[in-house]
């Protein structure tokens, strides 16, 4: 961008009058990524969330220099595979293309016939460098394209020549030619921004180079928490002090372009910050009105680091072991000291003077080149081909014209934004049709008197749990929530060395609750367990590192990791269980409770109220079961399930947790939400407010691990004992639901059969989550696509193929709306959330992705690194979106459309992710069952494409033998006796 160019924000006086304000300006831009053991999922382009997601995708492809959509081959293929149809082509061109029925020029074909043909001719429009070649050696210029003349067997369109005349080479020649001429110049949209870009571009020489490899370093080293043998002298004094103090007087790093830093620092504020990089940019040379772009473009240089301080600024109690005083300010400031010092180096190599590339600089100007955009002319040469009008454009330099910029104004952007939303809509009608026919089979269906209800987070994951619960225990009913159930608390488990926020990352909670032993001195041989073991193994490492043992023990214990290894490969899950089994064997977890109710208002250093009053948990109780619908009448077993996921080699294994909990584990919240439920202080004040418990109802909290499928439950000696077979039947029926979990999600699994037994797929999916070598132990959200907002009964027994969010909601017990509103500012962020960073991941794997797993390394336990020196990498890696369909989340909520305008209008947070088109909202009204989609200011009707609706006995019958996404279809009503071994 030019100095004087700011036009995605306020000019850059008004925008930021100080430093300060242009750092956060320029600090909203760069990633949010938590560290990893509180990785939660969050939109990549989160500083665009004030756009329109068109226009947001665009500017951020030319800011990050990345990919936003789906390449035209990726769309290709989905067009091939059925995933868009003609229909969906034309009804995304209507809807995105002003005036489709103008004609390019006078008696040519229309807008919408042009683009209907070229997003069904699978043209391929080669590079800028290689058009010379495919002209030549593929002979384009001496015989017609093999497209020639195929508009006409794609549309039956009078607006082109429909007698065809045949083609010679010369008049090829001669048009091409023609085309050269009349296509606009080529622009390079890169402009300077600091000196580094001027140098770069004049003589082919980055010094960003020479700067990432020590700013990685002196990065990795301030905010490492624990790994390294010898930390970072200083680092209490902060990030900028710290290197001050290791470039100025260590003999570390000596870099030759490094000459002089010593001078650098002695010349600025010793303390750093926002005084350091004003002093540091008012003696650089750039004007002030530069500042907002030099700042960012600093930060560019590594956004992965710079986005991790930015973190750990703002939100200190995310570090895994001990919070520093990072702050960006400083980061920014040695990150343009060492620019300066890689800058001085440059110029006395090169024989530059720094004001000359300062005055380029300020000149700021885009470069222009003189030759024409060959690719556009290869695009007209080959559309005019298609639709037999070389010679009539040949003729005419005002139809040639006209035709050139008609196409030109279609680029490769604008194309794949029409595939995009023809590609979304596509699953959209499937969705909303076989919601439609699936209604129509069964009505409203729910158990009568169940004998079992179990409330699950709204995880698409869930979806196939409580599908499957619900086929093999048909007297249960099953209910979806945020999966923290509204208890937002400060947890510290009995074996955690810090307590974390188990709730979403847009709540602070201000409750802490501990898990406590029941009987203290089994808890203290428990620990003392633990800490013998901790000294041995750290005595272990220290012999490893003696003169004389050293070489004997790094024989031995190579020997023993050596067969772990092999054994952990080979056999993942029986290594597992015997080194579980040796080094836990003789020190099981004592029992616990929750300290989970407190009388008065004692708080802790923090200042957090040390557990809930009874009113407090009265009201968490009312909430989430009037939001769920649950409020009568109540079976004599609730299960509060959480869930979470284990695996033995996964980095980004928080990512694949409850983002709920922000990143955590929900077991802790369902265990005080059964805690809460099943107190009589709470029972007695849920009366006072109309929700009456039995006394024969008993609430258990329960944990699904998501990897390997097994179920744990708290606090199974308070249940009554009247209650015992309930439980047992409750653990039967979830044991059978794991099973078929497990042999669904088995399927997209390569090294597992497609038509895999349920007992086999349930020992891959522990193999999975125990094995060394395995990088999907599980795959996460990639299937997610739907968030259902309404009552189960309108999609029980509907197989949704795990691919949708299940949130329990009752229009008839919210009149005013207002649980609706809070379900949607509450869950509309995390599963957008989810949604987008899965999209973007799958984009564009190399910038807001990770790329592959094959070469991260963990730095610092904070984040993971392309081997031993690199970026810190945010976003996915590969093998966790690689299944993934990059469509925006298909809201669909039970509820008048009148009311979500509403909604929308009040909520800012809804309003932003409704109006500007970062989820599709679909509205089905709770008393027609009509569907109408939300565009463009306006509920539109949905009209179905009926076109054959699934109906199996069982989930099995529909998923297995096939690896991709399927399609949504009825699974007919199972009585209890049919549960299958």
């Not at 391929?124 to 593929?138: V, Y």
């Not at 928490?225 to 003999?251: H, W």
């Not at 190579?558 to 092999?566: R, W």
């Not at 039970?894 to 989820?919: F, K, T, Y």
């Amino acid at each position: 961008m030019a100095l004087d160019m700011v036009s995605d924000r306020a000019s850059t006086d008004a925008l930021a009058t100080s430093v300060s304000d242009m750092l956060a300006e320029a600090a909203h831009h760069l990633p949010d990524q938590a560290p990893l053991h509180a990785f939660v999922h969050h939109n990549t382009l989160h500083a665009f969330e004030h756009l329109p997601f068109k226009e947001a995708l665009r500017l951020a492809a030319k800011e990050f220099d990345a990919t936003t959509l789906m390449t035209e081959a990726q769309f290709e293929d989905a067009r091939q595979e059925g995933r868009i149809r003609k229909s969906d082509l034309l009804a995304a061109i209507d809807e995105s293309v002003e005036d489709p029925d103008a004609a390019l020029f006078e008696g040519g074909p229309t807008r919408r016939a042009y683009l209907l043909w070229r997003l069904q001719s699978g043209l391929e429009t080669p590079s800028e460098a290689s058009i010379g070649w495919w002209l030549h050696d593929k002979k384009y210029l001496h015989r017609p394209h093999p497209l020639s003349r195929s508009a006409a067997r794609l549309s039956t369109s009078p607006l082109y020549a429909q007698n065809p005349r045949a083609t010679s080479p010369a008049q090829l020649q001669a048009f091409w030619s023609q085309l050269l001429l009349s296509v606009p110049p080529k622009t390079n949209e890169s402009t300077p921004e600091r000196l580094r870009d001027v140098i770069l571009r004049r003589y082919d020489l980055d010094t960003d180079e020479w700067i990432k490899p020590v700013l990685i370093r002196l990065s990795a080293a301030y905010l490492d928490q624990g790994v390294a043998e010898i930390g970072m002298p200083n680092r209490q004094e902060g990030f900028y002090s710290a290197v001050r103090s290791v470039l100025t007087t260590k003999k570390v790093l000596r870099e030759p372009w490094l000459d002089g830093i010593a001078s650098d620092f002695a010349s600025f504020p010793e303390a750093g910050g926002v005084d350091a990089v004003e002093a540091i940019l008012e003696t650089s040379g750039y004007p002030r009105r530069a500042w907002p772009l030099v700042i960012r473009a600093t930060l560019a240089i590594l956004p992965g680091w710079a986005g991790m301080f930015s973190k750990f600024e703002r939100e200190a109690d995310k570090a895994p072991a001990f919070a520093l005083p990072a702050k960006l300010a400083d980061w920014l400031a040695v990150a343009l000291l060492l620019d300066r010092a890689a800058i001085r180096r440059a110029a006395r190599k090169l024989g530059l003077q720094t004001a000359s590339l300062m005055e380029e600089l300020d000149a700021g100007q885009t470069e222009q080149r003189s030759e024409p955009d060959a690719t556009i002319a290869f695009e007209v040469f080959v559309a005019a081909q298609a639709f037999d009008l070389v010679a009539t454009l040949a003729e005419s330099e005002e139809k040639r014209r006209g035709f050139t910029d008609g196409i030109a104004r279609f680029s490769s952007f604008e194309r794949r934004w029409i595939l995009q939303l023809a590609y979304e809509r596509r699953h959209r009608q499937a969705t909303l049709d076989a919601m439609i026919e699936h209604t129509e089979l069964c009505g409203t269906a729910k158990p009568e008197a169940p004998r079992l209800q179990a409330v699950f987070c709204m995880d698409e994951r869930e979806e196939s749990t409580r599908r499957h619960l619900e086929e093999y225990a048909p007297g249960t009913e099953t209910f979806g929530c945020a999966g923290f159930f509204g208890v937002a608390m400060r947890y510290k488990g009995l074996d955690d060395v810090t307590s974390r926020p188990l709730c979403p990352v847009v709540r602070t909670p201000q409750h802490y609750v501990e898990e406590i032993p029941v009987d203290r001195e089994e808890a203290e041989r428990y620990k003392a367990a633990l800490r013998r073991r901790g000294l041995a193994l750290a005595r272990a490492e220290q012999s490893e590192r003696s003169l004389l043992l050293g070489s004997a023990w790094a024989l031995l214990a190579g020997l023993v990791e050596g067969a772990h290894l092999v054994a952990r490969s080979i056999a993942p899950r029986f290594a597992h269980h015997t080194h579980h089994k040796a080094t836990h064997g003789h020190h099981h977890a004592p029992q616990t409770r929750l300290a989970l109710f407190r009388k008065d208002n004692e708080t802790t250093p923090d200042g957090l109220y040390r557990g809930y009053s009874f009113e407090e948990a009265a009201d968490i109780v009312f909430g989430q079961l009037t939001s769920m619908g649950l409020t009568g009448p109540f079976a004599p077993l609730v299960l509060i399930a959480g869930h979470g996921s284990s695996s033995l080699n996964n980095p980004h294994e928080a990512a694949h947790d409850c983002g709920a909990t922000g990143g955590g584990r929900g077991g802790p919240n369902a265990r005080a939400f059964a805690q809460m439920a099943n107190h009589p202080e709470v029972r007695s004040l849920l009366s006072e407010k109309g929700i009456i418990i039995p006394d024969t109802t008993w609430f258990i909290g329960g944990y699904h691990n998501t990897c390997d499928d097994s179920m744990a439950y708290y606090d199974e000696d308070l249940v009554p004992e009247h209650h015992h077979q309930d439980v047992a039947a409750m653990k039967e029926a979830l044991a059978q639901a794991c099973l078929g979990d497990a042999q669904e999600r088995c399927r997209r699994f390569e090294d597992a059969p497609a038509n895999i037994g349920r007992r086999e797929a349930l020992r891959i999916a522990e193999a999975h989550a125990q094995d060394l070598a395995q990088p999907r132990p599980e795959y996460g959200h990639a299937t997610n696509a739907v968030c259902y907002i309404g009552r189960r009964s309108l999609t029980r027994g509907l197989f949704l193929d795990r691919r949708a969010f299940l949130i329990s909601y009752d229009p008839e017990q919210d009149a005013e709306g207002a649980v609706l509103a809070s379900i949607l500012e509450a869950a509309g962020p995390v599963g957008a959330g989810i949604n987008l960073e899965y999209y973007f991941s799958f984009v564009d794997p190399v910038k807001f992705g990770c790329g592959t797993k094959l070469p991260h390394n963990i730095s610092g336990l904070i984040g993971v690194m392309d081997g031993h020196s690199s970026d810190l990498r945010t976003g996915l890696p590969w093998q966790m979106v690689e299944i993934h369909e990059p469509v925006r989340l298909l809201t669909i909520v039970e509820a008048m459309p009148e009311r979500l305008a509403q909604i929308a209008a009040d909520s800012a947070i809804v309003g932003s992710l409704v109006g500007n088109g970062w989820i599709q909202l679909v509205s089905r009204h709770p008393e027609t069952g009509e569907y109408a989609r939300y565009h463009d200011g306006k509920f539109v009707p949905h009209t179905p494409e009926l076109a054959g609706f699934p109906s199996a006995e069982a989930s099995h019958d529909l998923f297995c033998g096939v690896r991709g996404h399927l399609g949504f279809g009825h699974i007919q009503a199972l009585k209890e006796d049919t549960a299958r071994a």
